[in-house]
């Protein structure tokens, strides 16, 4: 999967010259906390959440609420915003765009293609992902873990197991790295007309099934 399939193509944009005052608001409004700076359809910057803490007055400040304002009114996006900006681009893959969020410690990445900006994708996007790949959402679905040894064939071997006791596997993922057993865990969703026979089938069938709450 590559970023151009998640990211928002919608993205709100603000300019240089665009007050802290406005930007909080936007902020508010649109329920973010980031907005990318553009010149035409460039970026340029970045303001995020922590550019505007840093640089809203104190709640302990002595300033009055005319002062405060009048002091909003006077930082704009290109005083505060960040000029070096981590970005991707629309053919990243996702998994590519999650490492940089992690290694940066950031929540969002502007996606550029040509130099123009053409979306963005954030943590939340990331999230989504997951929830996606992991099939959480679908419904009528059974959820097994289970212990498979870290050799090649075997989780062909379960694939075919569960086709052929007829059910249908609807998403399956495996952590890289075994646990303490030396095993692999992997976690399916599969439907099928009896989901808990089909899961006592693959224990008779020698697999084990890890007991979650």
């Not at 989780?155 to 249908?168: A, F, R, V």
């Not at 790295?177 to 089909?198: C, E, F, Q, S, W």
């Amino acid at each position: 999967m590559i970023v151009r399939r998640i990211m928002v193509r919608k993205v709100i944009t603000i300019n240089g010259d665009t007050t802290l005052t406005q930007i909080t608001q936007l902020m508010q409004d649109h329920g973010i906390n980031h907005l990318p700076v553009v010149s035409g359809d460039k970026l340029v910057g970045l303001v995020t959440e922590d550019e505007v803490k840093l640089a809203a007055p104190s709640p302990v400040s002595t300033l009055s609420v005319n002062e405060a304002n009048y002091l909003l009114s006077k930082i704009t996006a290109k005083k505060i915003m960040r000029s070096e900006v981590i970005t991707c681009s629309p053919q990243t893959l996702v998994e590519e765009a999650g490492l940089l969020l992690r290694q940066n410690k950031i929540s969002s990445l502007p996606v550029i293609e040509n130099e123009v900006l053409v979306g963005i994708i954030t943590t939340g996007d990331m999230l989504d992902f997951f929830l996606d790949i992991t099939g959480c959402t679908m419904e009528d679905t059974t959820r097994i873990a289970l212990h498979l040894p870290d050799e090649t064939g075997e989780l062909t071997k379960l694939t075919n197991k569960i086709n052929e006791l007829g059910g249908y596997i609807a998403t399956i993922v495996s952590p890289v790295h075994p646990d303490d057993t030396g095993l692999r865990i992997v976690i399916a969703r599969y439907r099928a007309d009896n989901p808990l026979k089909l899961a006592k089938a693959l224990q008779e069938e020698g697999y084990d099934l890890i007991s979650e709450s």
